[in-house]
Nanobody
Framework: QVQLEESGGGLVQPGRSLRLSCVAS????????MGWYRQAPGKQRELVAT???????NYADSLKGRFTISRDNTKNTVYLQMNSLKPEDTAVYYC???????????????WGQGTQVTVSS
């Protein structure tokens, strides 16, 4: 199994920035895609951004230009730089990773426990 641990969340004023980190550990062979999702109160979990092992990125349309995802494959770590934060960005942010099971076509998905981001004055 793969374990994911997020860090970097907290309370921040509107307009400020935060950087989230997520470290993968455990039975790592080759993680294909890592990403960030978030879940606000009363809403379903939604995509924030993903990044492949080769560096290709995908963002939620509403977050393009403010959020940046990056990855350090040597450290099995994915980052989310969040700029110009707004109150509506308040949510629990979850790290995600996908890895194909050895000798199979099964793609395993792993989730971190989440880190709280609160944007408020």
């Amino acid at each position: 199994q793969v374990q994911l641990e997020e860090s970097g969340g907290g309370l921040v004023q509107p307009g400020r920035s935060l950087r989230l980190s997520c470290v993968a550990s455990g039975s790592i062979v080759s993680i294909n895609t890592m990403g960030w999702y978030r879940q606000a109160p009363g809403k379903q979990r939604e995509l924030v951004a993903t990044i492949t092992s080769g560096g290709s990125t995908n963002y939620a349309d509403s977050l393009k230009g403010r959020f940046t995802i990056s990855r350090d494959n040597t450290k099995n770590t994915v980052y989310l730089q969040m700029n110009s934060l707004k109150p509506e960005d308040t949510a629990v942010y979850y790290c995600n990773a996908q890895q194909r099971r050895k000798f199979t076509v099964i793609l395993d998905t792993y989730w971190g426990q989440g880190t709280q981001v609160t944007v408020s004055s």
